[in-house]
């Protein structure tokens, strides 16, 4: 013991200062509990770096053994940012985290801790909080708190160790505990059996008194698992009834033939059992990946959106996102097949709930404080926040639209073509015309227009211009020259040189179109459907380019429609084609024959597929996806033609 207190104290002494480098000083250098601890802390340069507001958190490990995350009051000063932590007699260690933006300091993954002390020995919850914050795979501590750093299951087991043996608490930590031991003798080549310590820890909490059904389980798990005594084990399970029952029906949802019986299952489950973290997680219950996505996904498919109203106060923070993304997103803004006034509702009623979660965090999200929890609902919805200011705006509810449009501009910064596009078209409705010029200006500089918005400086540049003819100079005069210089590097890199498929389509008109008639010509071959958002959202993008090179005749544009599931998609191609005036060669493909050669050839798969080949049938370039803006879309294709001449 003489050994592990000498040990201990070393550590404590690392972790009180010598860890906290020079980035925060705390006086008393080594507090302990009792004191208030005055800290300084001098942000690290890559979070001065992003011109974002500096922020702290404070991790809280308490005497009861559960974690507090709460955000840290500072004061900016000369010398950095200052705060005060009282070290109560309720907590145990104390883990702290600074960030701006996306920029996180902790240390460079070594941490910035103070572990509570009394003399002679670190105090109640210091030792199980410091292992359990470093060791993420025991699902303890702060999952987020490091990024890669991890102790060893023999570091784990002394950390567990010295918390029961000083403070007899076996009852919270005997699973954590058995767990590391016996991983760390199978790493020595033991045989965890046949262990005297996990036998010794066993048998003297099966000995303790008033045993809770969490012991209880947590002891026939150990028996089961590690000792592999199975009659003890069985005694035990049939102790805890209640939990065994639980894990057997969660166990036959994941069991069910078919989507009806796993949704019965899964719906009879939410209302038998309520939650229980920490005695799910025992018994391998998982109520969000489990349950509660049957339930969504079911009901999506069947088309039934009363799953919204039965369980959106119910339901974990992942199955909103789902929702959104099934019942507003795709119908709304992918397949325009839902009417704003339609989707309205279902998308007010989501963001009315994460309103409500940002105020009252759930439980299982006890890692994040107040603000990390509002930030990360907020990027888990940036995109369909965009979309229900969208719907605001259709359903003439343009003051909330636009209130929210501001607000999404502070995390964006007009680096979204979408976002710049739908404030531009609420600020003309208004009339703020120095308002819309910023954006229209932003919206060019960052390149992420659309093409709307190219049209309204078009027609502003017109006020002061007889025609147009300056005007291609006049948008790249506004474009930020490092962002163009980063976007031509990045083209110029992704060249190839491949000989290109030959092929012959049809277009339109049932006429033939080959590459050997292009011979001498560069080509840009569109691969896309229908059925595919990306592919179309990226159209307006391959307008601007092909716009750009209309009086080349050395530069033709095929759009390649492939992979259609509608057996009539001839004439919807045509449908969409005219209701949208895109002025484009439309050629089809046979099934997906020429994409599929082209796609073997470039080793990859997907639509949007963009091929460029120059003028002696080699492909020099071929993309996949849509990055979401029109403007820098048009750039990288003129870049890439440009190349290939």
């Not at 080549?189 to 969490?214: C, E, F, H, R, V």
């Not at 009901?299 to 974990?316: E, F, G, W």
């Not at 209309?550 to 759009?559: A, L």
Request: with cysteine; glycine share 6%.
């Amino acid at each position: 013991m003489k050994f592990s207190f000498v040990l201990i104290a070393a550590l404590c002494a690392i972790v009180g200062t010598q860890a906290q480098g020079q980035r925060l000083k705390m006086t008393p250098e080594r507090p302990a509990i009792g004191d208030t601890v005055n800290l300084l802390y001098h942000p690290d340069s890559t979070l001065l770096a992003t011109g974002k507001p500096i922020k702290g958190a404070v991790y809280i490990y308490d005497t009861t053994y559960h974690w507090k995350a709460m955000d840290l009051q500072m004061k900016a000063t000369d010398s950095g940012y200052a705060f005060t932590i009282p070290l109560t007699a309720d907590k145990g260690l104390w883990a702290f985290k600074f960030r701006a933006g996306d920029a996180v300091d902790n240390a460079h993954d070594t941490g910035y801790i103070i572990m509570g002390s009394v003399p002679g020995r670190m105090w109640k919850a210091a030792y199980a909080g410091y292992g359990a914050i470093r060791a993420k795979r025991y699902e303890l501590g702060i999952p987020q708190y490091y990024t890669d750093f991890q102790i060893s299951d023999t570091a784990m087991f002394f950390w567990m160790g010295q918390e029961i043996g000083y403070w007899r608490a076996g009852r919270t930590f005997i699973w954590p505990y058995v767990k590391a031991r016996a991983l760390s003798e199978r790493q020595a080549g033991l045989n965890p059996d046949s262990s005297k310590t996990i036998n010794a820890a066993a048998s003297y909490m099966l000995k303790a008194p008033n045993l809770s059904q969490k012991d209880l389980y947590t002891l026939a798990l150990i028996f089961d698992q590690y000792l592999h005594k199975k009659e003890i084990a069985d005694s035990l399970y049939k102790v805890t009834s209640g939990i065994v029952k639980k894990q057997a029906d969660y166990k036959a949802i994941q069991a069910a033939k078919t989507t009806d019986e796993r949704l019965k299952l899964s719906e009879q489950f939410v209302k038998n059992y309520p939650p229980d973290r920490e005695l799910d997680a025992l018994a391998g219950i998982d109520y969000d990946r489990g349950v509660y996505k049957n339930i969504f996904a079911i009901y999506i498919a069947k088309n039934d959106t009363s799953v919204l109203a039965k369980y959106i106060n119910t339901c974990p923070f992942a199955e909103l996102a789902l929702a959104y993304y099934k019942m507003v997103e795709i119908p709304y803004a992918d397949w325009k097949t839902m009417p704003a006034k339609d989707a309205y509702p279902f998308s007010q009623r989501i963001m009315d709930r994460l309103t409500y979660l940002k105020a009252h965090k759930p439980e299982e999200y006890y890692y994040f404080t107040p603000s990390e929890f509002s930030e990360f609902i907020d990027k888990s919805f940036r995109y369909n926040y965009i979309t229900h200011a969208a719907i605001l705006k259709e359903t003439g509810r343009e003051k909330e639209a636009l209130t929210q449009v501001l607000k999404m501009q502070e995390e964006w910064n007009y680096t979204n073509a979408s976002l710049n596009q739908l404030e531009a078209s609420l600020l003309e409705k208004s009339g703020d015309k120095k308002k819309l010029n910023e954006v229209l200006h932003n919206s060019v500089r960052m390149n992420q227009a659309s093409a709307q918005i190219i049209d309204l400086l078009k027609k502003d540049y017109l006020k002061t211009h007889k025609d147009t003819e300056g005007f291609d100079a006049y948008l790249n005069s506004m474009k930020d020259a490092h962002t163009m210089e980063l976007l031509r590097a990045h083209v110029k890199s992704a060249m190839i040189e491949r000989d290109a498929v030959p092929f012959e389509m049809k277009d339109l008109d049932g006429k033939t179109v080959s590459l050997a008639a292009q011979k001498g010509k560069v080509v840009v071959l569109d691969f896309w459907a229908t059925w595919c958002a990306p592919c179309k959202a990226a159209m307006p993008g391959m307008q601007m380019a092909q716009a750009h090179f209309k009086n080349d005749s050395n530069v033709v544009f095929y759009f390649v429609d492939t992979q259609e599931r509608d057996p009539e998609y001839k004439e919807k191609v045509k449908k969409f084609i005219k209701e949208k005036k895109y002025p484009f060669k439309v050629l089809f493909d046979n099934g997906d024959e020429f994409y599929a050669k082209y796609a073997k050839l470039i080793q990859t798969s997907g639509i949007p597929f963009k091929v460029v080949i120059d003028g002696n049938g080699k492909i020099r370039f071929a993309q996949i996806g849509y990055m979401g803006s029109p403007s820098g879309l048009a750039d990288e294709i003129e870049t890439m033609i440009s190349l290939s001449k």
